[in-house]
Each structure stands twice: as C-alpha cells, then as structure tokens.
C-alpha cells in the first residue's frame, strides 16, 4: 500500500494512516488547484504514457524493489490537505 502512496507524492491520503484505520479508504489530501495533484495525475494517466504504463502506482513491475521499499517505510502519513 505504502508503495502507492510513494508515487501519488503526498496527494492521497490512506485510511490505514487514520485513527481508527479504515485501510479501505483513500482520500485527495490536497486542493484541487494543487500543482501536485495535476503532476501526478499525469504521471499516472497510462492512457497518455504508453512507454510508463508498467511502471505506474500499483503495477510497478517489482514493488518489492530495493529503492521503492525505502521509499515506502520513510513516507510519512498524509491525513488531511
């Protein structure tokens, strides 16, 4: 989960972060005028990045990779915007 988080750049917010977890909730942690969220949207829009599209949040083709598990245990929790 913490490997998604690392590619939304602090955007989105996970509910495993709250208190009380609900590890099924996700949430935009940021204005929509935000110039992060706009990046990471397109980042992450594999219709528009055909030569990324195996390497956006969630179908990386190795999460368990040495450099994105480092990413993911510094990550610090984004709970609000």
Same mark, same amino acid.
Request: aromatic share 4%; with cysteine.
């Given at each position: 989960? =913490?490997?998604?988080?690392?590619d939304c750049e602090g955007t989105v917010a996970w509910g495993g972060d709250l208190k009380p977890a609900k590890a099924s909730h996700f949430h935009i942690a940021v204005r929509p005028e935000d110039r992060a969220l706009a990046r990471v949207a397109e980042k992450l829009d594999t219709s528009r990045h055909r030569e990324f599209r195996a390497q956006t949040a969630?179908?990386? #083709?190795d999460p368990a990779a040495p450099g994105r598990r480092v990413? #993911? =245990?510094r990550? =610090?929790?984004?709970?609000t915007g």
């Amino acid at each position: 989960m =913490r490997d998604i988080l690392v590619d939304c750049e602090g955007t989105v917010a996970w509910g495993g972060d709250l208190k009380p977890a609900k590890a099924s909730h996700f949430h935009i942690a940021v204005r929509p005028e935000d110039r992060a969220l706009a990046r990471v949207a397109e980042k992450l829009d594999t219709s528009r990045h055909r030569e990324f599209r195996a390497q956006t949040a969630g179908t990386v #083709a190795d999460p368990a990779a040495p450099g994105r598990r480092v990413k #993911a =245990r510094r990550l =610090r929790p984004v709970t609000t915007g």
